[in-house]
């Protein structure tokens, strides 16, 4: 390891300390009730989104109270939880709240862990052992107060100006032809109709202007800014020369022109929302409809011709649930939901449908396997209450020959299976491929990729459909870095690779498929640290594959990281044999996963990759860097430096015969970026603004 990353490992990584605090509270804490209080208030203002407002954790967030909590912070100090505190939270912005408000979230973290008050005030050098305070018990009271908790709008450090929402450009698109269900099976090669382009989710343009020959005259033709702040890792869509684009932060929709970026039509739909928001990767297009999902979880449907609102459909109210990923097939909306992880459970992850002419529910598939239902017995004996997870946020895929809708479900919650109480149970339907009827949502079959996952390492990742060995196959790749192949037709293992250096399984079975886990991660206690390569980042994770029919090339972005894990907190450490290189492209051949080549750089990817049928592939980075290389041999061709960090979707079109590819800038990128930040921390630095669509085009003499 170079000296620069332990330093700031140490520094900003969450160190976990040996041995359970099992004393219990004695005497008065060093904190005040007031302390508390002000903790309390500003703990759900900057801290609940991700950690849950009972603490309970949610996401990659651990949970901030009971076992967990005490396990990994009863036997050190009050010092060094403010210090940790400040140096990393909240995410994405550190050591921005001021001493005094990390001193009273350190004082609500004590009370909300058993802690009573004093009437000392709590500093920033108070030295206090954890455990010889608190116990991990919630107080009653404070557990029901929190649960019902409203929280206060963040501070203005955060939250975005009053705006109004609505129509706020208005215009008409001049000729707009309707999106047909044929269009969405056979998209014209000039548009990009869905995420990843089409149902088979090949995120591949049948496009060849731009090819190895020429790429590196390609040139910027114009930017288009967008609001900043907020989970920007966003799809362009373009139909008709009018390319769609979403803003996070303030749920605004724009059409541009798509040839000169000019500003057609713009509906700020509106929540207007602090930086911690849902990603929202995509939208879709049908008839005369722009579908967006906002980050209240509202569906709405938009006129592609001037903007307005057809129709609106709540889709969930249920505490933070959120829309994940979505498209449309014959005439119906498949969308995912995520966030639902709360346990005892008020709302199963599902997939669902919606009439796309009404927004009308149709039908819901719970990705958590019931009592009673196949696979209701892979819950290690846990009532239908206490199961959760199977987080839905990247959209499926669609194979119009076998009508069968294809999604990928998150891991089950808690993370930890010695938190979920669930033993070595499967677990399903998460951490699976599901396989659907798209006009009933009848389950036709579900393969789990990870039974029984407890590192925070998902499979929920975008299911590629090829056409290989005589038969229709699967490929896609988890958090682990396996890449998984299935039969599309009976669910059937068929093939895996390691992309990455992983150490969570022992063995894969080569008939089956499934995998064996350390013995330590089957034998975890409450509190005990595990290590894990890859971390929590994901040897891969939503930066898309691509699949390149011409060369047979399936294209993975990649990330090598490792982390320890458990408890409430977290380490971050390089991927032995990386030296140091956290970013990855590598290319395998999908009818047999042969290794095609692979190029490993400091920096993290942070876009999907763009195959084109000119030859060339494009993938954007955490260092600003958009590059596209040789698909056959990974050569870089052409890069150019953007604003700030190259994250969401490239994606490539054409207008009047002139083809175009297209990225976005952006920030707050979810584990991908935020992992991988903690390292880079002042040795690779990036604008935190900057949010903005980039257009690139040949110069004309160059056609």
């Not at 139909?239 to 605004?252: I, W």
């Not at 529910?361 to 290690?380: E, R």
């Amino acid at each position: 390891m170079r000296g620069q990353v332990v330093r700031n490992v140490l520094i900003v990584s969450l160190i976990l300390a040996a041995g359970i605090g099992s004393a219990a509270a004695q005497g008065a804490g060093p904190f005040t009730q007031g302390q508390a209080d002000a903790g309390r208030e500003a703990f759900l203002s900057n801290c609940a989104t991700c950690h849950g407002k009972v603490l309970d954790g949610s996401g990659e967030a651990p949970a901030l109270t009971g076992s967990a909590f005490m396990g990994s912070w009863g036997n050190r100090n009050t010092d060094g939880l403010f210090k940790v505190i400040k140096a990393s939270m909240p995410l994405g912005h550190p050591d921005t709240l001021g001493d005094e408000t990390y001193a009273v979230i350190v004082a609500f973290l004590l009370q909300a862990n058993g802690a009573q008050p004093g009437d000392a005030p709590l500093t920033p050098a108070t030295s206090v052992r954890i455990a010889s305070v608190a116990d991990g018990r919630m107080p009653t009271a404070l557990a029901q107060g929190l649960s019902v908790a409203k929280p206060k709008p963040p501070p203005a450090r955060r939250a975005a100006r009053t705006v109004k929402l609505g129509i706020t450009v208005a215009g008409k698109v001049a000729h707009y032809m309707p999106v047909t269900d044929a269009m969405l099976s056979s998209p014209p090669d000039a548009d990009w109709l869905m995420h990843l382009r089409t149902y088979s989710g090949w995120s591949y343009s049948p496009l060849t202007q731009i090819d190895t020959k020429n790429v590196e005259n390609l040139q910027l033709k114009w930017v288009w800014a967008m609001t900043d702040g907020g989970r920007q890792q966003m799809n362009p869509l373009v139909h008709d020369g009018v390319m769609f684009v979403s803003n996070n932060l303030d749920n605004k929709v724009q059409a541009l022109d798509a040839r000169t970026g000019t500003l057609i039509w713009e509906n700020r739909v509106g929540p207007v929302l602090d930086n911690v928001s849902n990603a929202n990767r995509t939208m879709a297009l049908w008839q005369n409809l722009v579908i967006y999902p906002a980050t209240d979880a509202a569906l709405y449907a938009l006129d592609a011709r001037d903007g307005h609102v057809v129709w609106k459909t709540q889709i969930t109210t249920v505490d933070n649930n959120k829309i994940g990923g979505l498209m449309v097939v014959h005439g119906k909306i498949l969308l995912g939901i995520t966030r639902c992880d709360g346990r005892p459970n008020k709302e199963y992850c599902f997939i669902g449908a919606y009439d796309a002419a009404t927004g009308k529910p149709l039908w819901k598939f719970n990705t958590i396997a019931l009592i009673g239902q196949p696979g209701g017995d892979s819950w290690g004996g846990q009532p239908d209450a206490m199961r959760a997870g199977g987080d839905v946020w990247v959209s499926g895929t669609y194979d119009p020959a076998l009508d069968t809708t294809y999604w990928g479900t998150g891991q089950a919650k808690p993370h930890l299976r010695s938190a979920r109480g669930t033993g070595d149970g499967a677990t399903d339907y998460t951490n699976s491929t599901v396989a659907l009827d798209p006009d009933t949502g009848k389950l036709k079959w579900w393969l789990n990729h990870a039974p029984g996952e407890s590192l925070d390492l998902d499979e929920v990742y975008e299911r590629t459909i090829t056409h290989n060995n005589g038969r229709t196959e699967l490929i896609t790749v988890g958090k682990t870095g396996i890449m998984w192949k299935m039969d599309a037709v009976t669910g059937k293992y068929l093939d895996h690779a390691e992309t990455v250096f992983q150490n969570v399984y022992t063995r894969i079975d080569p008939k089956t498929g499934v995998p064996t886990y350390r013995a330590d991660i089957i034998n975890q206690k409450p509190g005990e640290a595990l290590f894990s390569c890859p971390s929590a980042e994901g040897g891969h994770d939503w930066p898309s594959t691509s699949y390149d029919p011409k060369n047979d090339l399936i294209l993975v972005p990649l990330s090598q990281s490792c982390f320890q894990f458990g408890g409430a907190s977290q380490m971050l450490y390089e991927m032995p044999g990386t030296d140091g290189n956290m970013g990855r492209l590598s290319a395998y051949r999908a009818s047999d996963f042969k290794p095609a080549w692979s190029f490993q750089q400091r920096s993290p990817f942070l876009t999907g990759v763009l195959s084109t049928a000119g030859g060339i592939s494009f993938i954007g980075d955490y260092d600003r860097t958009f590059r596209a290389v040789d698909t056959r041999t990974g050569e870089t061709l052409w890069e150019s430096r953007l604003g700030t960090t190259v994250q969401g979707y490239p994606v490539s079109f054409s207008v009047d015969g002139q083809q175009y590819i297209a990225v976005t800038t952006g920030t707050q990128g979810g584990s991908p970026e935020q992992k991988p930040q903690l390292m880079l921390r002042g040795e690779v630095n990036r604008p935190e603004n900057g949010q903005a669509v980039y257009v690139f085009a040949l110069p004309r003499r160059h056609h």
